[in-house]
Nanobody, 122 residues
């Protein structure tokens, strides 16, 4: 059974940094694309960043390019989201997600974490 557990959220001032982690269970983590999504109150869930199974390919939402970095450690079954230069508009619940295949295009994730809250104060 696949489980995704996020950590690292919290309250930070604008301009600050946070690092989110997502620990995944299951032996096929290294063969799965992973990603981070977020959902702010009253808004739809949106993709923030995604990474292929090997880490060779990444993709970012325009709103976070140059500020956020997604990475993974397949030996630790963990994916990370380094968030720098945070803005109040980054405030949201952040969700870790896992695709069934090696890439993140051509479909939606099949597995989701429960989310971690990130709040950026101005």
């Amino acid at each position: 059974q696949v489980q995704l557990v996020e950590s690292g959220g919290g309250l930070v001032q604008a301009g600050g940094s946070l690092r989110l982690s997502c620990a995944a269970s299951g032996r096929t983590f290294s063969n799965s694309a992973m990603g981070w999504f977020r959902q702010a109150p009253g808004k739809e869930r949106e993709i923030v960043a995604a990474i292929s199974w090997s880490g060779a390919s990444t993709s970012y939402a325009d709103s976070v390019k140059g500020r956020f970095t997604i990475s993974r450690d397949n030996a630790k079954n963990t994916v990370y989201l380094q968030m720098n230069s945070l803005k109040p508009e980054d405030t949201a619940a952040y969700y870790c997600a896992r695709w069934s295949g090696r890439t993140y295009y051509g479909g939606s994730p099949g597995y989701w974490g429960q989310g971690t809250q990130v709040t950026v104060s101005s």
